[in-house]
């Protein structure tokens, strides 16, 4: 089983509408999780991480993510995007001795 | 600017050359990681230096690969004898400590095309 799985690969939005990006991770990493941002032909950037303490975590460009443990979860989400919030996103936690293990990415797409 | 610098940013090559990457991490931070990328997919680790020593290698990372921090600052990833499944993204990253839980910064890639 994949260590960190995004489960949609693509989600389209309207702008200014809500989003969603689901993350579930396996019971094999470590409880470190991270998502990350990636914009056309650039390297990624941090959004957000849980590390420890609050279950909901704000991070840049007014996206939270929320972890739970019970579903074991770190869904990304905003209340609502901008056109300029269209990239890849990518979930990531340690596994191991790898220090960072990605998902596949969700490409969203907000539309106009 | 002072993040983590890839070169070169794009790299077109002949099946069967030898081709090498340079990675300049920020300058304070003593992880560094490669990663590859290919359409469509998330990141892959490849392997990752703590200082000078290389800690961990993914089995993706065949013979063809190696990887070098000679001196604890910049790193290089050459690919001998490329191949067109090599035509990636090659990711660089670098974080500061040797905690799991440190964030890692990320270049801009070099992409690789073997034509």
Known sequence: AQSVTQLDSQVPVFEEAPVELRCNYSSSVSVYLFWYVQYPNQGLQLLLKYLSGSTLVKGINGFEAEFNKSQTSFHLRKPSVHISDTAEYFCAAP?????????????????A | DTGVSQNPRHKITKRGQNVTFRCDPISEHNR?????????????????????????????????????????????????????????????????????????FFGQGTRLTVV
Do not use: H
């Open chain 1, 95 to 111: 596994l191991g001795n790898t220090p960072l293990v990605f998902g596949k990415g969700t490409r969203l797409s907000v539309i």
């Open chain 2, 32 to 104: 560094l990681y490669w990663y590859r990328q290919t359409l469509g997919q998330g990141p892959e680790f490849l392997t990752y230096f703590q200082n000078e020593a290389q800690l961990e290698k993914s089995r993706l990372l065949s013979d063809r690969f190696s990887a070098e921090r000679p001196k604890g600052s910049f790193s290089t990833l050459e690919i001998q004898r490329t191949e067109q499944g090599d035509s990636a993204m090659y990711l660089c990253a670098s974080s500061g400590n040797r905690q799991l839980n440190t964030e890692a």
